[in-house]
């Protein structure tokens, strides 16, 4: 299913792709704005879109490029409607880089947040639900934006922003698995009262289906952990066997033959 997916372009090296999702959700957006607003609707509705995904690129950017620094290879950044997705082709194992990897992507944006607040012409008469209709209300729109996406990345509902966070701060102190468990444990607290908030607060079926989403991958990734961690734990024992096996005496050399 993730490979139904288009190839954009190459960012230092890192291949860019859209699932074919996403151009759904594209064709619905620009329908939308078409059917609210006419061309203008559609262009501003579209170009939302645009600006909205920029910043979720450049929020795997920062993972990826703190990810590269401490020698985790990012082959790929996938899009999809619900969000970005960088591919790490390595875990990083040590706390700290894990901590500073997971941060930066939010850190970019907040940054970005803080950029567009110097750019953005206060005050904007606008409703922050309807289309934009000129650049210093898209402006608002991606500042709002980006503010909600720094802080939602930062619940700690793992495999989320804020539970690798979570995770790498209790792997400061406890051994990977367990920190895990708990991250995963607490990560499943937070999705189940995330979900009741969303459907008998919010009335949002999108919002609870999200939570529950993050609820089934966080338990998918603590087995992929445990199941990882076994099979080193497997192969370990057997290279220590291996190194402490008493070495093979050599044959003797077989007596050479002459005439
Ligand atoms: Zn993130």
């Given at each position: 299913m993730l490979?139904?997916?288009?190839n954009l372009?190459?960012?230092?090296?890192?291949?860019?792709?859209?699932?074919f999702t996403f151009l759904l959700l594209l064709a619905y957006v620009?329908?939308?704005?078409?059917?609210?607003?006419?061309?203008?609707?559609?262009?501003?509705?579209?170009?939302?879109?645009?600006?909205?995904?920029?910043?979720?690129?450049?929020h795997e950017l920062g993972h990826s490029f703190t990810a590269r620094h401490y020698g985790v290879g990012v082959p790929r950044i996938l899009l999809m409607p619900i969000g970005g997705m960088a591919q790490f082709d390595s875990i990083p194992r040590r706390p700290v880089?894990?901590?500073?990897?997971?941060?930066?992507?939010?850190?970019?944006?907040?940054?970005?947040?803080?950029?567009?607040?110097?750019?953005?012409d206060f005050p904007v008469n606008w409703d922050a639900g309807a289309?934009?209709?000129?650049?210093?209300e898209l402006c608002c729109t991606l500042?709002?934006?980006?503010?909600?996406?720094?802080?939602?990345?930062l619940i700690p509902a793992f495999p989320m922003d804020g539970g690798r966070i979570l995770r790498a701060s209790l792997a400061l102190k406890l051994p990977y698995l367990p920190a895990t468990l708990w991250a995963a444990s607490i990560g499943k607290v937070v999705c189940v009262a995330g979900a009741l908030f969303?459907?008998?607060?919010?009335?949002?079926?999108?919002?609870?289906?999200?939570?529950?989403?993050?609820?089934?991958?966080?338990?998918?990734?603590?087995?992929?952990?445990?199941?990882?961690?076994?099979?080193?734990a497997y192969w370990r024992e057997v290279m220590q066997r291996f190194q402490s096996a008493p070495a093979i005496p050599p044959a003797e050399e077989p007596p050479i033959l002459t005439r």
């Open positions: 490979g139904w997916s288009l372009f190459r960012i230092r090296g890192i291949q860019l792709s859209v699932h620009a329908q939308d704005g078409w059917s609210q607003g006419g061309s203008a609707g559609l262009w501003w509705s579209v170009a939302t879109l645009m600006g909205f995904f920029t910043c979720v690129v450049l880089h894990e901590l500073l990897i997971t941060i930066a992507g939010p850190a970019v944006n907040f940054i970005l947040a803080g950029l567009l607040w110097c750019v953005v289309i934009p209709e000129s650049v210093n500042l709002a934006a980006n503010l909600v996406m720094g802080c939602f990345n969303m459907g008998f607060y919010m009335h949002s079926v999108l919002g609870t289906a999200l939570f529950v989403f993050i609820f089934i991958v966080g338990e998918l990734e603590y087995r992929a952990v445990k199941r990882r961690e076994r099979d080193e």
